[in-house]
């Protein structure tokens, strides 16, 4: 015989009101919702870079001597890290602007 478990849920558990998102952490000027959607793309970016990294090392490992296969392998690991590095000098760019330069500019 099947036994299961039943939770009930008191209404002391539900919350009975929303709280608004507190000011400290709430974006407060388009410049740092922009600085937000930047930082999200720049990581989406990344990690496709890392998944074409480990596709060009799976193509490597399976090019088995063939010459051309392998050398389009390493073209693939070089260009996936070369756009790793670009990502990672542009998310030390956008930080660096959004905190030094963005809050003397804008109020």
């Not at 974006?27 to 989406?44: D, M, R, T």
């Not at 990344?46 to 060009?56: D, E, M, N, P, Q």
């Not at 070369?82 to 500019?105: D, M, Q, R």
């Amino acid at each position: 015989m099947l036994n299961l478990a039943v939770f009930a849920a008191t209404t002391d558990s539900v919350p009975k009101e929303v709280n608004p998102i507190p000011q400290d952490k709430a974006p407060n000027s388009v410049a740092q919702i922009l600085s937000n959607v930047i930082i999200y793309i720049l990581g989406f970016s990344a990690a496709l870079a890392v998944l074409f990294i480990i596709i060009g090392g799976l193509r490597f490992i399976i090019s088995s001597g063939d010459q051309t296969a392998a050398d389009q392998a390493k073209k693939i690991v070089l260009y996936a890290v070369l756009g790793l590095l670009i990502i990672i000098f542009s998310f030390v760019i956008v930080t660096f602007v959004t905190t030094s330069i963005a809050p003397v500019i804008v109020p």
